[in-house]
């Protein structure tokens, strides 16, 4: 068993760009090793030419992945997850509200972490010591962590359109009822917002203790500049600025035109959770909020301690049908 109070952990809220760094940092490791990537859309070869190619057939999508060579740890965690260490005690709403569909606290949900599947490795399985993480990060001398979050409204209006189409009836159903008669308004004070302020408010505490151990990435700043978020990302978990030349190809492999080209290619969803063949990569939703639903929000979020400013909040006009 590894060092896992070392383990570094990049993690997400739902909809907020997990494949996307799944995908790109696969892409980033594979062509540093040599590793060759084509480019389904216009034909260009990325990494070596004469190097073994990415088996998407074989991949899974984590929530390990083995990046030893790209960084200095083995392993990065790359999922949901409530951060390690936080203290439950400290938000007296936290431990009577529960998440309202499973999937937001890998590391916290009984996994068998004996056997943590992982990516990139020739093995399919490895063990992680989840309670040594979790003491190590309470006394701040574990491995790096990041959240990346989107806007709330963002992030809930993205998550029920996917979740409509998902194979799961935990996902695609709400309380009883099909998912796809659930208004956006019901969807996010029923349950939806109450999951986001949990799991983003353990990443608000830590960071607040350890600053120099946990950072708060914006989606938003991911999505409009990508290598320079990502570098940034991965420099914060290293613990040091490490030159990647090849970051660049990878984050255009990542693209979400070409995982789409992808997808159409293996014959079904790179995430394995949609209907039929439908894609999890999303362009467009019809559920947006309001006004008085972000004002609502914002009230509620700040009722359960969360730093609201923190959040680009944007005007009506303003929220983004983003992918």
């Not at 559920?287 to 639903?293: C, F, Q």
Request: hydrophobic share 40%; charged share 25%.
């Amino acid at each position: 068993m590894f060092a896992a109070y070392k383990l570094p952990v990049l993690s997400t809220i739902p909809r907020s760009g997990t494949w996307f760094l799944r995908y790109a940092v696969s892409f980033l490791c594979h062509l540093e090793a040599g590793g060759r990537i084509d480019d389904r859309l216009t034909g260009k070869i990325a990494g070596n030419p004469f190097g073994p190619r990415f088996d998407f057939g074989r991949f899974r999508g984590g929530p390990l992945f083995k990046v030893g060579g790209t960084l200095p740890a083995d392993h990065l965690f790359i999922g949901h997850t409530v951060c390690p260490g936080f203290e439950p005690e400290a938000a007296k709403w936290w431990a009577q509200t529960p998440f309202h569909v499973p999937g937001f606290d890998y590391l916290h949900e009984g996994m068998n972490y004996r056997h943590t599947p992982v990516e990139l490795a020739p093995y399919d399985y490895t063990p992680i010591d989840a309670k040594a993480l979790e003491k190590a990060a309470r006394k701040g001398t574990g491995g790096r962590i990041v959240l990346v979050y989107r806007n709330p409204l963002d992030q809930i209006s993205s998550y029920l359109h996917y979740s409509r189409e998902h194979v799961s009836l935990a996902y695609n159903a709400f309380r009883g009822r099909p998912l796809r008669s659930v208004s956006l308004r019901d969807y996010m004070f029923g349950g939806a917002l109450a999951s986001y302020a949990k799991q983003f408010i353990s990443f608000q505490q830590q960071a607040r203790r350890y600053p120099d151990l946990v950072r708060l990435v914006p989606y938003e700043q991911l999505m409009d500049r990508p290598v320079e978020m990502l570098a940034d990302i991965l420099d914060h978990l290293a613990g040091t600025p490490r030159d990647h030349a090849l970051l660049a190809d990878a984050v255009n492999l990542a693209r979400s035109d070409h995982m789409k080209a992808i997808e159409k290619e293996l014959g079904h969803s790179l995430d394995g959770t949609r209907m039929g063949r439908g894609s999890h990569i999303q362009r467009t939703r019809t559920d947006l909020p309001d006004s008085r639903m972000r004002d609502q929000a914002v009230a509620y979020l700040r009722l359960l301690g969360i730093d609201t400013g923190l959040f680009d909040w944007p005007t009506p006009h303003e929220f983004k049908v983003s992918a």
